[in-house]
T-cell receptor, first 113, second 113 residues
Framework: KAGVTQTPRYLIKTRGQQVTLSCSPISGHRSVSWYQQTPGQGLQFLFEYFSETQRNKGNFPGRFSGRQFSNSRSEMNVSTLELGDSALYLC????????????FGPGTRLLVL | KQEVTQIPAALSVPEGENLVLNCSFT??????LQWFRQDPGKGLTSLLLIQSSQREQTSGRLNASLDKSSGRSTLYIAASQPGDSATYLCAVTKEASGSRLTFGEGTQLTVNP
């Protein structure tokens, strides 16, 4: 079974631009969560989607948004990029709830210049 | 607010040693606790998941214990190998928040040949 895939793997943007990251969960998994990892803040929860609905949200500004499609694939969007948005963005999937084992993708490394 | 602390922040051991990584959390109302490893620049790999009703889980050379009442978990690695070198992260899921994983800062382990 293929693991969680994320595209693109690397991205360079400039301040003020917007970016969309994509995550394909493991086949059959319906819960998708997103995390931001930075050296200073560690891993922080962004949001979780289940059956195309946002089920939980972390403490991030409204510039961070996401969605989930009927095939469980998920995208997250960051508008008006700031330098501090440079991070590794990780996506995790689980079967039904995130209270089960979560499987992480390789991440998308975003650099904002 | 749930806080997760991992001690030590870094550990260097010779190959073959048995070692223990520590994780503590401030709010004992957790649903489960997971241990992950992260290789440099990569995503997270799930190692063990312990439900709040369990005391320990084992997988190969790894054994994780959970003492929910005292807010502590340990990850025991037997007969360490250079391939075990990575950052080890523990994360808890709170009953109230459901899907959100709250991570510790990690322990960076180096196993020297």
């Amino acid at each position: 079974k293929a693991g969680v895939t994320q595209t693109p793997r690397y991205l360079i943007k400039t301040r003020g631009q917007q970016v969309t990251l994509s995550c394909s969960p493991i086949s059959g998994h319906r819960s998708v969560s997103w995390y931001q990892q930075t050296p200073g803040q560690g891993l922080q929860f962004l949001f979780e989607y289940f059956s195309e609905t946002q089920r939980n949200k972390g403490n991030f500004p409204g510039r961070f948004s996401g969605r989930q499609f009927s095939n469980s694939r998920s995208e997250m969007n960051v508008s008006t990029l700031e330098l501090g948005d440079s991070a590794l963005y990780l996506c995790a999937s689980s079967l039904l709830t995130a209270q089960e084992t979560q499987y992480f993708g390789p991440g998308t490394r975003l650099l904002v210049l | 607010k749930q806080e997760v602390t991992q001690i030590p922040a870094a550990l260097s051991v010779p190959e073959g040693e048995n070692l223990v990584l520590n994780c503590s959390f401030t709010d004992s109302a957790i649903y489960n606790l997971q241990w992950f490893r992260q290789d440099p620049g990569k995503g997270l790999t799930s190692l063990l998941l312990i439900q709040s009703s369990q005391r320990e889980q084992t997988s190969g050379r790894l054994n994780a214990s959970l003492d929910k009442s005292s807010g502590r978990s340990t990850l025991y690695i037997a007969a360490s190998q250079p391939g075990d070198s990575a950052t080890y992260l523990c994360a808890v899921t709170k009953e109230a928040s459901g899907s959100r994983l709250t991570f510790g800062e990690g322990t960076q382990l180096t196993v020297n040949p």
